[in-house]
């Protein structure tokens, strides 16, 4: 993002800093909108918090319960790419 023009806030007493309104619109930052505050070097950094914590397959591998023949490889493709052509059939 190109340098922008320098926007000023004050912390209240409360220890609140309001975003300017150009900013966050830019970031599509809403209310209630959870940012992440890291202490730089150069200042505070704010990113946006991600909505789910990181998982890896392991840890939910076997989580849903499934009853039934298992699905062979060449079923699973078939669901896929249904699935994908659905969703890309209403764009």
């Known amino acids: 993002m190109a340098q922008s023009e320098t926007l000023i806030t004050t912390v209240s007493t409360k220890g609140q800093v309001i975003l300017p309104k150009a900013i966050r619109q830019r970031r599509d930052w809403e209310a209630g909108t959870r940012?992440?505050?890291?202490?730089?070097?150069?200042?505070?950094?704010?990113?946006?918090?991600?909505?789910?914590?990181?998982?890896?397959?392991?840890?939910?591998?076997?989580?849903?319960?499934?009853?039934?023949k298992p699905k062979t490889l060449e079923e699973m493709d078939a669901g896929i790419a249904s699935a994908v052509r659905r969703r890309y059939e209403r764009s």
Request: aromatic residues 8%; hydrophobic residues 45%; glycine residues 8%.
């Open 35 to 68: 940012l992440i505050v890291e202490e730089t070097s150069d200042g505070v950094l704010l990113k946006r918090a991600p909505a789910f914590a990181p998982t890896r397959p392991e840890d939910v591998f076997g989580m849903l319960a499934y009853k039934g």
